[in-house]
């Protein structure tokens, strides 16, 4: 069974530092599609960029890229220039490619504190 | 762009009554999946739905059921409700012909049962 691991329950940075969110995960197959979502307080789930397993190059959304490393089966998440509204739940997720309306398998969360 | 579009936004039900929760995809999109998530937890994979029929069931109750119509809309109803289903429901949808499996999240309705 495919499984998430997120090792880090809580984080904090410093406004416009970078900070990292760790995301591990298991599964057998190759084919497959990676997530991070964003979860701010009001709760809404909001996708903040997506990585496709055949693609080597790391995924880049503006200050938000992923190290991705796909013999370890890493997925981390780095945030550049840390802004007060990046506060908020981030969560791994993982879907197989070879099912195409398949059920996301989600890590546990990190959140993520802003320091002013 | 449209979005998915779930009503109510916030619901307050008694211990043993009955619930509806109801969940309008983007237009064109042709899958439909519940997520339960509660206070401070990961969200838990429920049940989903490929035009119009039930696709993959996860950790959903027995008291719960859910259906997809014709429109592609879908509906999850609640039964006999008890204090551990207070949570926030997300429906999500996305397209299978896309090939990237993205899901687009609702807002979210959130339950609390007295």
């Known amino acids: 069974a495919q499984t998430v691991t997120q090792s880090q329950p809580e984080m904090s940075v410093q406004e416009a530092e970078t900070v990292t969110l760790s995301c591990t995960y298991d599964?057998?197959?190759?084919?497959?599609?990676l997530f991070w979502y964003k979860q701010p307080p009001s709760r809404q789930m909001i996708l903040v960029i997506r990585?496709?397993?055949?693609k080597q190059q790391n995924a880049t959304e503006n200050r938000f890229s992923v190290n991705f490393q796909k013999a370890a089966k890493s997925f981390s998440l780095k945030i550049s220039d840390s802004q007060l509204g990046d506060a908020a739940m981030y969560f791994c997720?993982?879907?197989?490619?070879?099912?195409?309306?398949?059920?996301?398998?989600w890590g546990a969360g990190t959140k993520l504190i802003i320091k002013p | 762009a449209a979005g998915v579009i779930q009503s109510p936004r916030h619901l307050i039900k008694e211990k043993r009554e009955t619930a509806t929760l109801k969940c309008y995809p983007i237009?064109?999109?042709?899958?439909v999946y519940w997520y339960q998530q509660g206070p401070g937890q990961d969200p838990q994979f429920l049940i989903s739905?490929?035009?119009?029929?039930?696709?993959d069931k996860g950790s959903i109750p027995d008291r719960f059921s859910a259906q997809q119509f014709s429109d592609y809309h879908s509906e999850l109803n609640m039964s006999s409700l008890e204090l551990g289903d207070s949570a926030l429901y997300f429906c999500?949808?996305?397209?299978?012909?896309?090939?990237?499996?993205?899901?687009?999240f609702g807002p979210g309705t959130r339950l609390t049962v007295l």
């Open positions: 237009p064109r999109h042709d899958t």
């Open positions: 599964t057998s197959e190759s084919d497959y599609y």
């Open positions: 997720a993982y879907s197989p490619g070879s099912h195409s309306n398949y059920q996301l398998i």
């Open positions: 990585q496709e397993a055949y």
């Open positions: 739905f490929y035009e119009k029929m039930q696709s």
């Open positions: 999500a949808s996305s397209l299978a012909g896309r090939g990237d499996n993205e899901q687009f």
